[in-house]
């Protein structure tokens, strides 16, 4: 037990870096998505094309993979230099874009296509339309299933341990090579895991009762 | 009294499927059209043309003087100009009753909020639920949320409006508020083409009424005429059906 709370001061820094490059990353992972996601629907066949494939190749590849490539791989050309924490980042940044992009894709059309006509037939631009009556409700329904992929994103960042990057997981490893106490180690680690993933649902919960249609 | 919509030839397909094979049309300003025919006989399709909410195949629709079917012309300009009630309302559930009238008004228009919320609050008045202005659709009744609809459409102060079975998907007790607030505006003198079921409206309100079959304006004539002496054999028939 005293084991575990000297522990706690080491870990608490490697939950602050999970945390931050969680942060970053989903943000940036919903922009990707948010930005694919109309490219898939884009009457432009070519943006369309691209947006497919970007889609397909992130989901048919493993994420782990895609951290080698991201900080190995490019690392290996000439020219690119990437630090451990952009190439995680990016990684599950990425990783995380081609499943938001096919949430939003999906709550988009599964819109009553009758708002769409509403707003066009009042002079709003398709832009406009999107903006103020398609996405809004569409993100409401996404809402569930974000958080669904956040708290995957989330476990995902641990991962990125096996670069080097400081985050909670790797902080885990270091205790134990410190203390040999594996056991117990791991359960502190699991249980701060599990909180910030408690946290995140209860505030999805909260975000859908507020922002219920009815 | 000018021509404010002219159609000429106009063809629509959907895939192999000709709904509308050949309609030539002209309204008038302030001039209330009714459009009458069995389901699946193009009249919806029509009246979406005539806003572009379908694609026009072939011909030419001009609105208020301008070539929707060029691709040069402004749709959304155009579409300012005309408003629109479908059968479902398809008002916004995310937004207030208000919020749905001001939306169009201030970004399509650039109007001023507070502009916008007077114009919204006079026609809330007009079709008599001022009191709702802060509701959500989804507490309303259908036939409440049918008048609100039409006021969203009348905030951008269009110059036509279009009614596409705006009474069929309302309980029968719901009916008689909305087509009161139609006939209102008919005897404004709003130019109005409505695609309805409701003979009686059309009888009582039109100016005109088209007949439409399998892609075809089959007859068309004021009201009393065709309803009492149609001519040609299919009108007959389907007028025996409805009245």
């Known amino acids: ?214 | 009294m000018r021509n404010i919509i002219e159609v000429e030839h106009l063809k629509k397909s959907f895939g192999d499927n000709e709904v509308l094979k050949d309609i030539s049309v002209s309204i008038q300003e302030k001039e209330v059209v009714c459009v009458i025919g069995a389901s699946g006989s193009g009249k919806s399709t029509f009246l979406r043309c005539l806003n572009k909410l379908e694609d026009i195949t072939d011909g030419q629709v001009v609105i208020n003087g301008e070539d929707i079917t060029r691709q040069d012309t402004n749709i959304n300009k155009v579409r300012q100009e005309v408003g629109m009630v479908f059968q479902h309302f398809n008002l916004f559930p995310h937004k207030t009753v208000l919020e749905n009238i001001i939306l169009a008004p201030m970004k399509a228009r650039k109007i001023s909020k507070a502009k916008a919320v007077e114009t919204a609050r006079e026609l809330l008045t007009k079709v008599g639920l001022a009191e709702k202005a802060d509701a959500f659709p989804g507490s309303l009744s259908g036939g409440q949320k049918q008048r609100v609809a039409i006021a969203r459409a009348l905030a951008m102060n269009p110059k036509i409006m279009l009614f596409d079975e705006p009474t069929s998907a309302l309980d029968p007790e719901m009916v008689g508020d909305v087509l009161e607030v139609m006939k209102q505006l008919a005897d404004e003198g709003m130019t109005m083409v409505v695609v309805t079921h409701e003979m009686g409206f059309a009888r009582e309100v039109s100016d005109r009424v088209l007949y439409i079959d399998e892609g075809y304006i089959i007859e068309e004539n004021e009201p009393n005429e065709l309803f009492n002496n149609p001519q040609e054999e299919r009108t007959k028939l389907f007028l025996s059906k409805v009245l």
């Open chain 1, 1 to 214: 037990m005293e084991v575990v709370i000297n522990s706690l001061p080491y870990l608490w820094e490697g939950l602050l870096v999970t945390l931050k490059v969680f942060i970053i990353a989903i943000i940036l992972g919903f922009i990707i998505g948010l930005v694919v996601a109309l490219l898939r629907l884009s009457p432009v066949k070519l943006l369309n094309w691209l947006a497919k494939i970007f889609v397909d190749v992130i989901r048919g590849t493993p994420i782990l993979v895609q951290l080698f490539f991201f900080y190995f791989g490019l690392n290996s050309l000439e020219f690119v230099s990437l630090d451990r924490e952009t190439a995680g980042i990016v990684t599950v940044a990425i990783n995380a874009g081609a499943y938001y992009a096919e949430i939003i894709r999906a709550g988009i059309q599964s819109l009553d296509k009758g708002q769409n006509e509403a707003a066009r037939s009042l002079g709003l631009t398709s832009a406009q339309s999107m903006r103020y009556v398609i996405l809004p409700q569409s993100f409401r329904r996404m809402l569930p299933t974000f958080t669904n992929q956040a708290i995957i994103s989330l476990k995902d960042t641990s991962l990125l341990s096996v670069i080097g990057i400081a985050d909670l997981t790797q902080k885990g490893q270091v205790q134990i090579a410190a203390t040999f106490k594996a056991f117990e180690i791991w359960i502190a680690v699991g249980i701060m895991y599990f909180v910030v993933i408690y946290l995140l649902s209860l505030l999805s919960s909260f975000l859908e009762r507020r922002f219920r249609l009815d």
